[in-house]
């Protein structure tokens, strides 16, 4: 994360400030001149949003909160104010931001959360990233409604939010899928949870065939990374599991992915397993009182002499056969696996993050998660929640057994593709065939990525899904 929060001591005359209002009669224009009030009250007569007064050292912008749209639209569109704030900033090569306000502090903690993962860049691989580099680093919070706890746990979703797309945005010439172990092993170190990671001869011996099959064309060996955050004082008897598709890099395999477009963002489809590693750090470092498990199985998928082939049949670790039809759905394939060994931990509730299907973006684009599972009507109350208030927003698609009969296969259990119908809801119910626990899928193929700058939400990764869990077992937490 390239910017942080803390709270505003006290107010200088070089500070850049942003003041906040619902009523623009009540607005705090103490640090204004008389001819600079008059200047804002006439902008705001004009229904301006807000104004920007450009003062000798430093800049106040006076922004009004929308009084009138529903509460979650609000705080979207104070997040996407703080965004392009960000960037008046940045342009002044501000260092620090204070913002102000006595009532408006769900608005204000969505504006600073704007802000924050606006500025967010990955300058990794630039040679001059001094020069590339946001200048803004520090947002103040000069309110007194607003808690300390408030302030910490926006820096640790914000920062858990900001390592998901780090690991996302991080090709995979360098992220392998042990290198990807030895990420989790490392946010487990910094926030306290344990990880274990099974290496292939373990996930040999334990055969778990869908993962090793996908493993086959490629040189670098898979990995299968447990995680587990169990604090003293839990709510939950039953611990919650999060499971993430972790494949490094998806080249399709031997059914190849065409080469023009279709494979240059494939880099991306680990990003289930980052949000898994990233919310386990969130809630750890928050020291939420939720015990919670994460599951990611890890590899390249590759055309190779030994690559998997249309027409193999794999025994998978629950001992399900699966006629593989196409070796581009090899997300199900090592998510099955995953999804099996979770059933030792008699689970409250698993969730699986995976860009899944082409199927779930052509669908619905790159503004929601589709989502899709057996868990009870409260639970999906509870997550749409969740998803509206950060505005990460699910579509739930169904899940009828009838789609079943399209993975029928004449030789084995299943296969692994369901034709050209339904694909992301076929997808959704091959993983169902290894779970018998509470469980709901979010294919997060579409929001996961984006090409061109959607927001705060930035260009190329997203981090998409940490905010919507985060809020969740945070909701939890003081249920
Ligand atoms: N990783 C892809 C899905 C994907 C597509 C992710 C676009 C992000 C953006 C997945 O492994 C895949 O290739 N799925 C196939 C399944 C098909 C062969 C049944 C697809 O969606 O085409
Ligand atoms: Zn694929
Ligand atoms: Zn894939």
Redesign the pocket.
Known sequence: MNTSFSRAKSVTENDHLVIFTKDIKKFNTSFLTTAEADYVKEELANESKQVLVNQYKRVIILYVVDKNADKNKVLELSRKAGDKVAAVLNKRKAKSVTLMDENLTDELLAFAEGMCLGNYQFLKYKKDKEKDANTLSEIKIASKKISDKDISLLNVVCEATCLTRNLVNEPQSFLTATQLAKEFQALGKDAGFTTEVFNKSKIQSMKMGGLLAVNQGSIEPPTFTVMEYKPNRKINKKPYVLVG?G?VY?T?GL?L?PTLN?MD??K??M?GGAIVGATLYAIAKAKLPIHVIGLVPATD?RPDGNAYTPGDVVTMYSGLTVEVL???????MILADALHYAKQYDPELVMEF?????????AIGQYGIVSMGTVDSRTKKELNDSANHVYERLVEFPFWEEYDELIKSDIADMK???GPSA??I??GRFLNKFVNYPYMHFD???P??VKSTDSYRGKNATGIGVRFMFDFFKNKSSK
Do not use: H, P, Q, W
């Not at 196409?326 to 199900?332: F, H, I, L, M």
């Not at 995976?354 to 052509?362: I, K, P, R």
């Open positions: 598709k494949v998806d399709g059914s992915k279709s963002y494939m991306c489809d990003a998928n196409n070796t581009d759905a090899e997300g199900r995976s860009t899944l299907t082409g199927a779930a973006s052509v692994n593709v369901g694909g992301a076929t997808a997060i193929a579409g996961a990525f």
